[in-house]
């Protein structure tokens, strides 16, 4: 089995390394991941300029591709013969949970849908973080990465096993706690985020006004049978998502408008 990891971190990120060693004993793994952080970049296919793939070796002397394209084009690059054929593609481990409309701009499950685009299974998953560390890089790279590592083998040995219909990428995200602490895994439906967005209007030394998107880290709505029901609850929240987007309810009102 080969297994194609990516991240939407760069590919020096801990979360990545962590998830290729825990990945080595289901098969052969290759790293191809982006050079630099994607992260919230959405889906990406680069037209309008050249890829590169240059080699590189992670901290543990694993050999793999860093790409200057987005995570996705990374996926892209690898299933289109940059690297031999790919069984299933696992994207992260993300230092944030990708929950409710995360989804939207998460370049960890983007790189999984791009693998569903192509009919490969495509796995996504983050680590919850704990909420006051949230942004804390310095903190971020020490974290304890293992339980969701190994979380994450045990979700692709299922994939391989049991396979993913069509058009159908899994969004796992794990708990931050201790692996014994984890009281299991639940199945769950896209859950609610409640972001917390707030425009920071600065001026630069010429006097002309420049914006951040700040505002306090996003929240959720701790809904059963939600992905982040599931972690606030302790457990394991995987997420099959599906990629057509049509809304099925809205079909038939809308028809009546013509
Ligand atoms: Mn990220």
Redesign the pocket.
């Known amino acids: 089995m080969h297994i194609l990891v990516t ?3 760069g590919v020096s ?1 801990p979360g990545l390394l962590a998830l290729a060693q825990a990945l080595r004993p289901l098969g052969k793994v290759s790293v191809v991941a982006p050079d630099r ?4 970049s959405g889906h990406v296919k680069t037209l309008h300029r050249p890829l590169r793939a240059k080699e590189v070796t992670l901290a543990d002397g694993t050999p793999a591709l860093a790409s200057d394209g987005a995570p996705s084009d990374c996926v892209a690059l690898a299933l289109l013969g940059l690297v031999e054929k790919v069984d299933v593609v696992v994207s992260g481990i ?3 949970a990708n929950i409710g409309h995360d989804v939207t701009y ?3 499950v983007t790189a999984a849908m791009e693998a569903a685009i192509w009919g490969v299974p495509g796995v996504a998953v ?1 680590l919850d973080s704990p909420e006051d560390h949230q942004g804390a890089l310095d903190v971020r790279d020490n974290w304890d990465y293992g339980p969701a590592a190994r979380v994450a083998r045990e979700v692709v040995e299922r994939v391989v096993r049991f396979g993913l219909p069509k058009d159908t990428l899994l969004n796992v995200n794990v708990p931050y706690l201790k692996y014994e602490e984890i009281r299991g895994v639940q199945v769950t439906r896209q859950g609610l985020r409640v972001y917390r967005d707030a425009l920071v209007r600065r001026e630069d030394p010429q006097g002309r006004p420049y914006y951040w998107i700040g505002g306090e880290a996003p929240t959720g709505v701790p809904e059963e049978g939600t992905d982040f029901g599931a972690l606030k609850a302790g457990y394991v929240s995987v997420t099959p998502l599906h990629l057509d987007l049509t809304s099925y309810e809205a079909l038939r009102s809308l028809r009546e408008w013509w």
């Open positions: 991240n939407d971190d990120a952080n994607w992260s919230a993300n230092p944030n998460s370049g960890t983050s």
